[in-house]
C-alpha cells in the first residue's frame, strides 16, 4: 500500500508506460477478434482498463464525473491510447491536488466497502496489471509481438543474445 503520493506517481508512470506498450502492439485488424464465447477481445480489455480510468476515480473523489462511462469502444486502438493517456495524466494532476500524504490512511466509501485511500491507488496499478497479463495471452494466440514490460519478452531475449525461454 501507498504511503506517499510521491510513491504512487512514480509506479504509475511507469505502469503507464508498460500499458501503452502493449497497446502499441495491438493491430486494428484483430483488436475486435475473440478467441472463445466467454473472452474479451482485445479492444474490449484495452477500452475497459481506460475506462477504469474515470470510473474508479470518480467513485473515490479524484474526478468529478465518469466521462466514459456508457461510452461505446473506440473504432481504433490509436483512439483508445489516446483517452487512456489523456485520463491517466487526469489521474496524475488531480492525486496530487486533491489529496495529500495524510490523506491515504483515510476512509472512502468505495463499491459500497469502506476502503483507505491508498487501497483504491493500490488497486489502480494491479487491476491493470491483472488484465494486461489477460492481453498478453491473446496477443500471442493472435501472432502478435508481446512487450516485455517487467523483464524481456520472448520477443526480446535475442537482443541480449540469448535464447528464449521455453
Same mark, same amino acid.
Not at 503507464?16 to 479492444?43: M, P, Y
Not at 474515470?54 to 483508445?80: A, V
Given at each position: 500500500?501507498?504511503?506517499?503520493?510521491?510513491?504512487?506517481?512514480?509506479?504509475?508512470?511507469?505502469?503507464? &508506460?508498460?500499458?501503452?506498450?502493449?497497446?502499441?502492439?495491438? &493491430?486494428?485488424?484483430?483488436?475486435?477478434?475473440r478467441?472463445? #464465447?466467454?473472452? +474479451?477481445?482485445?479492444a474490449?480489455?484495452a @477500452?475497459h482498463?481506460t475506462?477504469? $480510468?474515470?470510473? !474508479?476515480? &470518480?467513485?473515490?473523489?479524484?474526478?468529478?464525473?465518469? #466521462?466514459?462511462?456508457?461510452?461505446?469502444?473506440?473504432?481504433?486502438i490509436?483512439?483508445?491510447k #489516446?483517452?487512456?493517456?489523456?485520463?491517466?495524466?487526469?489521474l496524475?494532476?488531480?492525486? &496530487?491536488? +486533491? @489529496?495529500?500524504? %495524510?490523506?491515504?490512511?483515510?476512509?472512502?466509501?468505495?463499491?459500497?466497502?469502506?476502503w483507505?485511500?491508498?487501497?483504491v491507488? %493500490?488497486?489502480?496499478?494491479?487491476?491493470?496489471?491483472?488484465?494486461?497479463?489477460?492481453?498478453?495471452? $491473446?496477443?500471442? !494466440?493472435?501472432?502478435?509481438?508481446?512487450?516485455?514490460?517487467?523483464g524481456?519478452s520472448? #520477443?526480446?531475449?535475442s537482443?541480449?543474445?540469448m535464447?528464449? !525461454?521455453?
Amino acid at each position: 500500500m501507498y504511503r506517499k503520493i510521491d510513491d504512487f506517481v512514480q509506479d504509475w508512470k511507469a505502469e503507464t &508506460s508498460a500499458t501503452l506498450k502493449i497497446f502499441t502492439n495491438i &493491430s486494428d485488424e484483430v483488436k475486435s477478434n475473440r478467441v472463445g #464465447e466467454n473472452i +474479451r477481445s482485445l479492444a474490449r480489455l484495452a @477500452w475497459h482498463i481506460t475506462q477504469t $480510468l474515470t470510473e !474508479m476515480p &470518480s467513485r473515490s473523489g479524484l474526478i468529478d464525473r465518469d #466521462e466514459l462511462e456508457g461510452q461505446e469502444i473506440p473504432d481504433s486502438i490509436e483512439k483508445i491510447k #489516446e483517452l487512456y493517456q489523456k485520463h491517466s495524466n487526469v489521474l496524475l494532476q488531480n492525486i &496530487s491536488e +486533491r @489529496w495529500n500524504d %495524510s490523506d491515504l490512511t483515510g476512509m472512502i466509501e468505495v463499491y459500497g466497502q469502506p476502503w483507505e485511500r491508498r487501497k483504491v491507488l %493500490s488497486v489502480l496499478v494491479l487491476h491493470q496489471a491483472h488484465h494486461r497479463g489477460q492481453m498478453t495471452i $491473446l496477443m500471442r !494466440m493472435e501472432n502478435l509481438p508481446v512487450p516485455g514490460i517487467y523483464g524481456p519478452s520472448k #520477443e526480446e531475449w535475442s537482443k541480449f543474445g540469448m535464447k528464449a !525461454m521455453e
